[in-house]
C-alpha cells in the first residue's frame, strides 16, 4: 500500500520540478503570446480613452483612424501640445502627415511634417505636435495623411476642431 501512494506521487513531483525549470542554454526563449484582433483593439481603446476621433473629410472611410488629445485648454498665444494616435487598418510601407498652415494657427516648424517608417495593421501609433493659436472661438486644424502602400499612395484629410479661449476667458 505505502508503494502505491509513493508511486502516485513520482508524477506529481516530476511535473513540479518541470514547472521550475528555465529554457536550455541555446534553446530558444519561449514565444510571445499571439494577440488577437479584439485584445488588439481592446488595448488601442484602452490607451487612447481620453482621445476624441477626428473626422475625416472624405466621403469613403479613411486610409487609417486619427484620434487626438490636447494636453490643455487651447488659449490664444499660448503654445498647444496635442497628442495624436494613429491606427491604420492594413500595413503601409511608410506614411506621412502634414499639419497644415492654417492663418488661425502657428505651427512649430517640428511638427508642420513627420514620417512613420512601415506601419503594422491594427498598431498604435503615438506622436505629438506643437501649434499657437491665434484666434479666438471654434477654429479647426488640418491634418493630411498620405499612406505608402504597394499598389499606391492612399490620402486621407482630417479636421481637428478645437475652441480656443482668450487669455482673458482662460479661468472661468
Known sequence: MAKFRMLALVPAFAALAACHRGPKAGGA??????????????????ATAGY?????????????????????????????????AMIPPEAALAATINVAADPSFNVDPASRTITLPSLLPHTLYRRRITVTPTAAGVQALAIDVALSRASGIDQADFVLPLIVATAATQNP
Open 29 to 46: 526563449p519561449p514565444a510571445a503570446p499571439v494577440r488577437t484582433a479584439s485584445e488588439s483593439a481592446r488595448s488601442i481603446a484602452t
Open 52 to 84: 476624441v476621433e477626428a473626422p475625416s473629410l472624405a466621403k469613403s472611410p479613411p486610409a487609417l483612424r486619427l484620434k487626438f488629445a490636447p494636453q490643455s485648454r487651447p488659449t490664444v498665444g499660448v503654445p498647444l501640445t496635442i497628442d495624436l
